[in-house]
């Protein structure tokens, strides 16, 4: 299992933009599931985005369009690329990577305001 840090959260006013970055301590190259959820407050976690195997992607349909999940290689590192941001996007960001034993984050916070 690695061990993922996430980064990137912050305050942003709405359609502004935010890169979040998931550095995982080994090597990514052979874990196809890695993704992103969210959690808001008083709310359950949500998928966000997410590899799901041969380069293919998948996102919430409330992020489609606006989100962009992409991953190095090389760097051992997994980005989601936020844009056209919405209030409705606040929560705790985490990264995850694996299936059966899973490894996540710590989370980032990100904050839209209105």
């Known amino acids: 299992q690695v061990q993922l840090v996430e980064s990137g959260g912050g305050l942003v006013q709405a359609g502004g933009s935010l890169r979040l970055s998931c550095a995982a301590s080994?090597?990514?190259?052979?874990?196809?599931?890695m993704g992103w959820y969210r959690q808001a407050p008083g709310k359950q976690r949500e998928l966000v985005a997410r590899?799901?195997?041969?380069?293919?992607?998948d996102y919430a349909d409330s992020v489609k369009g606006r989100f962009t999940i992409s991953r190095d290689n090389a760097k051992n590192t997994v980005y989601l690329q936020m844009n056209s941001l919405k209030p409705e996007d606040t929560a705790v960001y985490y990264c995850?990577?694996?299936?059966?034993?899973?490894?996540w984050g710590q989370g980032t916070q990100v904050t839209v305001s209105s």
């Open positions: 995850y990577a694996g299936v059966i034993l899973r490894s």
């Open positions: 590899f799901i195997g041969g380069g293919n992607t």
């Open positions: 080994g090597s990514i190259s052979s874990i196809n599931a």
